[in-house]
């Protein structure tokens, strides 16, 4: 059956007889919208649909992906940001960073409200890496795309979380089925790297196919007039010189959950995405 965030059809039917749901649809953009309702409403009613149509369904647990966006964004601290921590929706952020804040928000306040025996949680992951499944991947693996192809000819002073898709789906199998998991929140990192750590990674490991891989490192003052003209670089111009440091533990410690080597997934990703280049050549 299927449902769509925007509309009320459709999701009675999707969550009956069944125990547990993951709820892990939100639109991302490649670029950002003329108004932030076009990210923030339908993330907001999606994610009240679900838990609605669940609660009233009989299900068990939702396990939502929410995003480190909702937790470590509008701070004037370099943190380490913990599950305690919300990011500040008034502070200058973008569209997509303000639509997970407001939708796990909103989540949390509908079950204080009218949750019934229906349980959350939340796992909030930061950047998603790793394998690609097919040619229409996400942004955070475009950004290795642009390395190993050397549409971003310069690195930025840029610096974020890294964790493996594979991870973040063993974590949300916890989360679902853990009594322990129930009513938190967990980030979902397996550490921070820089794109500087990532491009060196790429040169160490995948010799000849890295050769196009940057080198020279761009400082911040020149980054933001050069992004006017560089497409790859507009959307890492707002966060260079920012560190936004992830709390890690409490998956672990909580779940039993252990991310791979981030140097780990960014290889694995690279080669998967240098076997889509072969495959799309044949």
């Known amino acids: 059956m299927a449902a769509d965030l925007t509309a009320d059809a459709g999701w009675a039917v999707s969550t009956r007889g069944i125990d ?5 649809a939100s639109p991302f953009p490649s670029t950002q919208p003329e108004d932030d309702d076009e990210l923030i409403v339908p993330a907001r009613d999606g994610a009240l649909r679900v838990l609605s149509a669940a609660r009233d369904a009989g299900v068990k647990r939702v396990v939502m992906t929410s995003s480190f966006a909702a937790i470590g964004y509008g701070h004037t601290t370099e943190g380490p940001f913990d599950e305690t921590v919300w990011t500040d929706t008034n ?4 569209a997509y960073i303000k639509s997970k804040t407001i939708a796990e928000r909103a989540a949390w306040e509908f079950m204080d409200r009218e949750g019934g025996l229906l349980e959350l949680t939340v796992i909030n992951p930061t950047g998603i890496f790793g394998p690609a499944l097919g040619p229409d991947y996400s942004g955070s693996l475009g950004l290795i795309n642009a390395l190993l192809t050397r549409q971003m000819p310069f690195l930025p002073d840029v610096s974020f979380g890294v964790v493996d898709v ?3 789906a063993d974590l949300h199998l916890r989360a679902m089925t853990s009594p322990d998991a129930a009513g938190e929140r967990f980030i979902a990192p397996g550490g921070v790297a820089s794109l500087a750590d990532m491009a060196g990674s790429l040169r160490a490991d995948l010799g000849a196919a890295a ?24 959307e890492l111009s707002s966060d260079a010189g920012i560190r936004r440091m992830p709390a890690l533990g409490k998956a ?20 998967s995405l240098l076997a889509l280049q072969e495959a799309n050549a044949d």
């Open 20 to 24: 547990y749901v993951l709820h892990v």
């Open 91 to 94: 502070a200058p952020i973008r």
């Open 166 to 168: 594979r991870d973040a």
């Open 211 to 234: 050769s196009k891989v940057p080198t020279r490192r761009i400082p911040t003052w020149m980054l933001r007039p050069l992004a006017t003209f560089v497409p790859s670089l507009r």
């Open 252 to 271: 672990a410690r909580v779940l039993g959950w252990e991310a791979r080597p981030i140097r780990q997934t960014v290889i694995d990703t690279a080669r």
